[in-house]
T-cell receptor, first 113, second 108 residues
Framework: DTAVSQTPKYLVTQMGNDKSIKCEQN?????MYWYKQDSKKFLKIMFS???????INETVPNRFSPKSPDKAHLNLHINSLELGDSAVYFC????????????FGPGTRLTVL | RKEVEQDPGPFNVPEGATVAFNCTYS??????FFWYRQDCRKEPKLLMS?????NEDGRFTAQLNRASQYISLLIRDSKLSDSATYLC?????????WGAGTKLIIKP
């Protein structure tokens, strides 16, 4: 029944490691997103993606890369993790990018030691 | 100037009171407007969209002032369960811009 799901819910890892977070939506939406929410609670969009276009927030380091095996999945790969990457990462989806409700996953709390 | 600005609060309000939040946006070409709610350690969820004519959903009223470029959210008869962070979201050039959120604490 879960509309947008993410795994894992918690991720603790060492600096320099490479990790992935998975996201799946069963709403049939065309657009998926990744957001980062840091300790100050500010929600920043990292990527938006549909089957035609990837829009990248220019402030996102290229160590972060989204990968979409199909329309229902948008995974986030992070290379060479840094302390500043510690945050909560939310996946979301919507039918239309800017006019429709965004449905969020429960978040993945990443801690880099 | 930030694209979307909100008073971060926290607003400490007694139960039953009326509370209002404002949110200002910088781009006059912005097309769509929303209020989301985020509970502590949870994901954001849509509270309501904001229409030009203003709209109401139970105890919640949202209004848009295009001339002054702000949107507002009014909560009447506040409940303890209204305690959360309220996020203003503005769609500009088909991209969503999120405010930093206003934290609301309802006290018994």
């Amino acid at each position: 029944d879960t509309a947008v799901s993410q795994t894992p819910k918690y991720l603790v890892t060492q600096m320099g490691n490479d990790k992935s977070i998975k996201c799946e939506q069963n709403l049939g939406h065309d657009t998926m997103y990744w957001y980062k929410q840091d300790s100050k609670k500010f929600l920043k969009i990292m990527f938006s993606y549909n089957n035609k276009e990837l829009i990248i927030n220019e402030t996102v380091p290229n160590r972060f890369s989204p990968k979409s095996p199909d329309k229902a999945h948008l995974n986030l790969h992070i290379n060479s993790l840094e302390l500043g990457d510690s945050a909560v990462y939310f996946c979301a989806s919507s039918q239309n990018p800017a006019t429709d409700t965004q449905y969020f996953g429960p978040g993945t709390r990443l801690t880099v030691l | 100037r930030k694209e979307v600005e909100q008073d971060p609060g926290p607003f400490n309000v007694p139960e039953g009171a009326t509370v209002a939040f404002n949110c200002t946006y910088s781009n006059s070409a912005s097309q769509s407007f929303f209020w989301y709610r985020q509970d502590c350690r949870k994901e954001p969820k849509l509270l309501m969209s904001v229409y030009s004519s203003g709209n109401e959903d139970g105890r919640f009223t949202a209004q848009l002032n295009r001339a002054s470029q702000y949107i507002s959210l009014l909560i009447r008869d506040s409940k303890l369960s209204d305690s959360a962070t309220y996020l203003c979201v503005v769609s500009t050039n088909y991209q969503l811009i999120w405010g930093a959120g206003t934290k609301l604490i309802i006290k018994p």
